[in-house]
């Protein structure tokens, strides 16, 4: 029996759209996904290390924060990671048993991609901890427990998917924690930390995780099995609709059509709903670069690219993959590209805009580092908006509106041109900033880099007809693509 | 209207449409029977510029698909849900289509205001996104969606399909409301013989993307059909 399914998910793996790729294409992703692979496993090395030459235990630092650790773990689950019910349906009526159905799906979840990328970091750091001669079994019996933990995490989101906004109630939990931590009112790792020591020290702890692995994933069964009926656990859940006119864009013509859709399309949509929430994110990406004496100064154009950046990189990537479900009515009505193409244009600049407002916060490192923001802005206006929409040409992915995953997780996402083209839109402004600093100071090479975003603004009308140019050649390729429903 | 010249498709060396010439003249109304994969839908396809022909082409109202795009500014179309932006309600989705059309507000308002009977109380005013909408009702919108803006070529793919019986009468009275206007060119497909003979003036046969049978509709072409059809 598992043998059939087994089969039927080989079969949607290598039929998936953007897979069927030549073979060219196929071995470039194979060495980008073996180089990546190298860095977060050189990262899990890394951090036995890095840790024990900032004169700390690694062990046990590692332990002290895997509480926060798991909490975010489970945040980013709930946003992103995807049950998949939908495949469920056709198999209903067929001669399997029911048991064998959902041991199947609930089984399909645990190899996905939000479980096994912790392997990355947990693996290689076990592997060193025994080398540098820590407790093998300890260190065994350690590894099985976190292994336990992610699978606890993977059950809670299966179970927990279906209450909405849950994600803000941890987000609001991680945040009180670190807060009380660090005004040092309430330490919860001087509670966790011991545990996840005593996970090594204390073998038999060990089945703490365990048992309520087993228990967890006995219930989720149940709970699943119990709610597969098509009005059940299988219904999709519909919104009550409100009509929205929206008329104050009337005035902007053709262009206000459109902006009034593309408003709706991410109010209404839950995927488009995720990419507001890493906008959001993107936002605090400078804190990690800006008073942190440990980046190279140059970097620091990076961040200004990033904390403005953030819908352009999320939304205006999929352009025009966001209207992929009914792009062949857009194909068949009276509309001129260039109206649709400006359409996206403003939505990126004006949510770039927003961006670098909400940014102001960084006045608190000093106004040059506001600066920096501020030509990160200007950078991302006038060069990025316009490589985003013409990576857009070449993606080729439908996109699952209703799915809220799948912004990262997809394989199916994976574009090497759409990758190609991140080149420029990230390398060009810290080469132009590097360069200023060497020739000059830091004024100069926030110069170089604003005057290409002013190059690129004044250069809009040319590109703009090349991008159309290059949608117009991909459109009945395009148009295929989207037909295949993921 | 529509003059088609020796226009194929063919995928991998398989020629799933060849037709060598076909006219459609001004105000017809136009059926297209067969059965699956005879090559209706690819047609319209084709009619609507969203594939490329093998060889050939088609011209509309003079002007080329696949090389002019001026035709989408007289053709309405509606082939399937994909023609549907799930996350609006059905108001929002015709008045979408109405700036597109350069209609205001007040013209859609007329247009659904006409059609009220045929959307049965369903449509309008239920608090419901097109995604969530039956199949059925999902065409109704789609159907009168293609008649915004009084477009001189309509092209409905497989409209009979999914609807209830009184839907399917009312459509009818539309679709031959619209035939009867000299100016609007009417195309349909169907696997139903009778409601394609009742609606079309002309009804073209399609074999295995071969034009079949060509004939203006009279009394005894529903039974020409049906003996064609029958194995």
């Known amino acids: ?233 299988l219904s999709k859940k519909e919104d009550i609709a409100t009509t929205e006119n929206l008329s104050w864009l009337n005035q902007f013509g053709t262009l206000g059509t459109f902006l009034k859709n593309d408003i709706k399309l991410i109010k209404r949509n839950k995927r488009s709903k995720t990419t507001i929430l890493m906008s959001v994110l993107f936002l605090f990406y400078g804190l990690i670069f800006f008073g942190n004496s440990h980046q190279p100064a140059v970097m620091h154009i990076f961040a200004g690219i990033f904390v403005s950046g953030g819908f352009l990189f999320v939304f205006g990537q999929f352009v025009p993959s966001w209207d992929s479900s009914y792009y062949q009515l857009m194909m068949t009505q009276n509309i001129p590209y260039r109206g649709y193409i400006t359409s996206k244009w403003w939505l990126v600049v004006i949510a770039t805009f927003i961006s670098t407002i909400l940014a102001s916060f960084y006045l608190f490192y000093g106004w040059e580092i506001y600066l920096t923001i501020v030509v990160g802005a200007i950078y991302n206006i006038g060069v990025n908006s316009h490589l985003v929409l013409l990576g857009g040409a070449f993606t080729k992915t439908p996109i699952d509106l209703s799915n809220a995953g799948g912004a990262f997780g997809d394989k199916k996402a994976f574009n090497v041109n759409a990758m190609l083209l991140t080149l420029p839109k990230l390398l060009l402004p810290v080469a132009l900033y590097g360069l200023g600093l060497y020739l000059g100071d830091k004024t100069l090479g926030l110069l170089l880099v604003a005057g290409a975003g002013f190059l690129g603004f004044i250069l809009r009308n040319k590109v703009f007809s090349l991008i159309e140019k290059r949608y117009k050649m991909e459109k009945y390729s395009t148009i295929s693509a989207y037909k295949q429903k993921s | 209207m529509i003059q088609v010249n020796q226009l194929s498709k063919k995928y991998n060396g398989t020629t799933v449409l060849n037709i060598d010439n076909l006219e459609i003249p001004k105000g017809q109304s136009f059926g297209l029977v067969g059965n699956n994969g005879a090559g209706k839908t690819t047609f319209f396809s084709l009619l609507l510029d969203l594939i490329q022909p093998s060889t050939g082409n088609i011209r509309s109202n003079d002007i080329q698909v ?160 049906e003996l064609f059809f029958a194995v």
């Open chain 2, 66 to 225: 696949n090389t002019n795009e001026n035709w989408k500014s007289f053709t309405g179309s509606f082939l399937d849900e994909s023609f549907l932006i799930g996350y609006l309600t059905p108001e929002e989705y015709f008045y979408f289509i109405g700036d597109l059309r350069h209609q205001n507000k007040a013209d859609v308002d007329a247009l659904l205001a006409r059609h009220e009977e045929f959307f049965n109380g369903e449509i309008l005013k239920n608090k419901k996104y097109l995604r969530d909408l039956s199949k059925g009702n999902q065409k109704k919108v789609g159907i009168i969606a293609t008649l915004i803006g009084h477009p001189e070529v309509i092209i409905l793919d497989e409209p009979f399909a999914n609807l209830d019986p009184t839907t399917v009468s009312r459509l009818k009275k539309i679709i031959k409301e619209l035939a009867e206007d000299p100016n609007v060119t009417v195309l349909v497909s169907s696997h139903d013989l009778q409601h394609t003979v009742e609606v079309c003036d002309r009804i073209v046969a399609l074999n295995k993307g071969e034009i079949v049978k060509d004939i203006q509709t009279s009394k005894e072409t529903l039974q020409e059909l």
């Open chain 1, 1 to 233: 029996m598992i043998k059939k399914f087994i089969y039927l998910e080989w079969k949607a793996f290598t039929r998936s759209a953007s897979f069927g790729a030549n073979l060219a294409m196929k071995i470039l992703i194979g060495f980008l996904m073996i180089y990546f692979s190298i860095i977060f496993i050189g990262m899990g090395v890394g951090a036995f290390y890095i840790l024990k030459k900032l004169n700390l235990e690694p062990l046990s630092t590692v332990n002290k924060f895997l509480i926060y650790y798991f909490l975010f773990d489970l945040v980013i689950r709930l946003l992103m990671q995807a049950i998949p019910v939908l495949n469920i349906k056709p198999l209903l009526v067929l001669p399997f048993k029911k048991p064998t159905i959902v041991h199947f799906s609930l089984g399909k979840t645990a190899l996905s991609f939000f479980n096994w990328v912790h392997a990355f970091f947990f693996l290689p750091f076990s592997i060193v901890l025994a080398i540098e001669g820590y407790d093998i079994v300890g260190i065994i019996v350690w590894h099985f427990a976190i292994l336990s933990l992610i699978y606890i995490n993977n059950f809670l989101n299966i179970i927990l998917s279906n209450i909405d906004k849950l994600f803000v109630v941890f987000i609001g939990i991680i945040l009180a924690l670190g807060a009380a931590q660090y005004y040092k009112i309430f330490d919860i790792t001087t509670f966790t930390a011991p545990f996840f020591q005593g996970l090594y020290n204390i073998k038999w702890l060990v089945f703490i995780p365990v048992l309520i692995l087993i228990g967890l994933y006995a219930f989720t069964f149940k709970y699943f099995k119990n709610n597969l009926y098509l009005d059940a656990g």
